[in-house]
């Protein structure tokens, strides 16, 4: 995930559960992502790196599942959620925006404006037109 700083509010805030949760999340980003690539720390086995994988996997799925659930109350809580949207519906980005059927489309294009309006970048697109 680039580009996920998430201000931190205090307590009374509206969205302060789920900025608390986005930044969880953020925090776990980076290590997750280089498991997913399958890299390796330092002297560990491969088996304990896919052990790591999973751990760090139903970690952040959880978190997801968490953001998505709660109440948004203000742009900075929309753009929590939006750190988890932009990797859910991933096969919106395998092709040209205009060679996707009109369901991909349509969610491909709402997540690209609230990416926008949050200051997130959106996927890139993965096949060029």
Known sequence: ?????VK?????????????????????WPEYQ????????????AATARDRYYALDRQTAELAKK?????????????????????APGDCWDEPFDDLDWDKKGIRALV???????????PKEKRAA
């Open 1 to 5: 995930m680039r580009h996920l700083k």
């Open 67 to 87: 953001i998505m659930a709660s109440p948004v109350h203000t742009l900075v809580g929309l753009r929590v959620k939006a750190m988890v949207a932009i990797h």
């Open 112 to 122: 690209e404006a609230v990416c926008s309006v949050t200051g997130l970048e959106p």
């Open 8 to 28: 931190s509010h205090s307590g009374d805030y509206p969205d302060a559960e789920l900025l608390a949760l986005g930044k969880t999340l953020e925090r776990l």
């Open 34 to 45: 280089a498991a997913l690539e399958g890299r390796q720390k330092p002297g560990e086995s």
